[in-house]
T-cell receptor, first 115, second 113 residues
Framework: GAVVSQHPSWVICKSGTSVKIECRSLDFQATTMFWYRQFPKQSLMLMATSNEGSKATYEQGVEKDKFLINHASLTLSTLTVTSAHPEDSSFYIC???????????FGSGTRLTVV | AQSVTQLGSHVSVSEGALVLLRCNYSSSVPPYLFWYVQYPNQGLQLLLKYTSAATLVKGINGFEAEFKKSETSFHLTKPSAHMSDAAEYFCAVSVGRDDKIIFGKGTRLHILP
């Protein structure tokens, strides 16, 4: 089946630094990728939708200058948390969809801790 | 806009008992509906999905869900709970093959020995 690899699985960074999270579709071409954020004991909140080769579409309330999303190829999307602060600490999950397939494959998530 | 409501943030059942997790949806067009399971610090695993075919959908690990348009519901059931079923369960909706997926708040399932 379709597999999405997300790295790193966890990261600790200092306040003010930037962190990049990668999401790769291993055996299919992901024309669309989604980035979610999940706070402890809460649901997944959609942050943005990215289509290969175009700018990401951000959900209301998500700072696009803080959460930079790049989807430069059909198998790779990255989320960069810029100038991270402790309130950015969260679990980030990506999801990828193959064109024409009404299913979504999720990565294993990245636990970000900003100290 | 579409949305899902999961009734009960926590559900406890005894091992071997029926599991019933409730989900109601809101959508102005025929929806696609999903149930996902999440174990601690992991991503999401698809249990099953409804895509306008059969209203009774069978998924993995013995789970199934029934789409009831008249009740706008998509409840998840399993005849006999197992300890390994303890996890967080999310109901989700999208309104088309190319649309984003929106999640409910989740229900944590506890299995009592």
């Amino acid at each position: 089946g379709a597999v999405v690899s997300q790295h790193p699985s966890w990261v600790i960074c200092k306040s003010g630094t930037s962190v990049k999270i990668e999401c790769r579709s291993l055996d299919f071409q992901a024309t669309t990728m989604f980035w979610y954020r999940q706070f402890p004991k809460q649901s997944l909140m959609l942050m943005a939708t990215s289509n290969e080769g175009s700018k990401a579409t951000y959900e209301q309330g998500v700072e696009k200058d803080k959460f930079l999303i790049n989807h430069a190829s059909l198998t790779l999307s990255t989320l960069t948390v810029t100038s991270a602060h402790p309130e950015d600490s969260s679990f980030y999950i990506c999801s990828a969809r193959e064109q024409g397939y009404n299913g979504y494959t999720f990565g294993s998530g990245t636990r970000l801790t900003v100290v | 806009a579409q949305s899902v409501t999961q009734l009960g943030s926590h559900v406890s059942v005894s091992e071997g008992a029926l599991v019933l997790l409730r989900c109601n949806y809101s959508s102005s067009v025929p929806p696609y509906l999903f149930w996902y399971v999440q174990y601690p610090n992991q991503g999401l695993q698809l249990l099953l999905k409804y895509t306008s075919a059969a209203t009774l959908v069978k998924g993995i690990n013995g789970f199934e869900a029934e789409f009831k348009k008249s009740e706008t519901s998509f409840h998840l059931t399993k005849p006999s709970a197992h300890m390994s079923d303890a996890a967080e369960y999310f109901c989700a909706v999208s309104v088309g093959r190319d649309d984003k997926i929106i999640f409910g708040k989740g229900t944590r399932l506890h299995i009592l020995p």
